[in-house]
């Protein structure tokens, strides 16, 4: 399976302007710092969507998201933080790549 990441770019604030670039269809994401410490990742059947439960829904956070500690890290250090995003064809390609990323236990959020 090829995987080709988009480039890293700011995670936008709603609550000012900014575009959230990622695939409505089946993917993976990772957010990092800007100095490059990993912060997390994730798959999702709408990339888009699910990146938006990132944030807390007074914040326009979307979705449903149990871990309230990811959201809360997101939002604390929202001007210092990038995403990437990869497409992939199937969930259950974007589900595999995730388990790859999971494996290497090198973010701070590993679930």
């Known amino acids: 399976m090829t995987t080709e ?8 604030n709603p609550k000012k302007s900014g575009i ?11 957010l990092r710092h800007r100095d490059g410490r990993l912060i997390l990742f994730g798959t999702a059947k709408n990339v888009a969507y699910r990146m ?3 944030l807390p829904k ?4 979307a979705g449903h998201r149990s871990n309230t500690a990811k ?10 933080i ?8 199937t969930g259950e390609d974007a589900e595999a790549f995730e388990r790859e990323l999971k494996s290497s236990g090198i973010h701070i959020f590993r679930t």
């Not at 007074?58 to 956070?61: C, E, F, N, Q, S």
């Not at 959201?71 to 929202?78: D, E, Y």
């Not at 990038?82 to 064809?89: G, L």
């Open 5 to 12: 990441w988009s480039d890293w770019k700011p995670f936008p």
């Open 20 to 30: 959230l670039t990622a695939p409505f269809g089946a993917g993976c994401y990772e």
């Open 52 to 54: 938006t439960s990132l």
């Open 58 to 61: 007074d914040h326009y956070g």
């Open 71 to 80: 959201r809360a890290h997101v939002l604390m250090h929202l001007g210092d």
């Open 82 to 89: 990038e995403y990437r995003t990869v497409a992939f064809a």
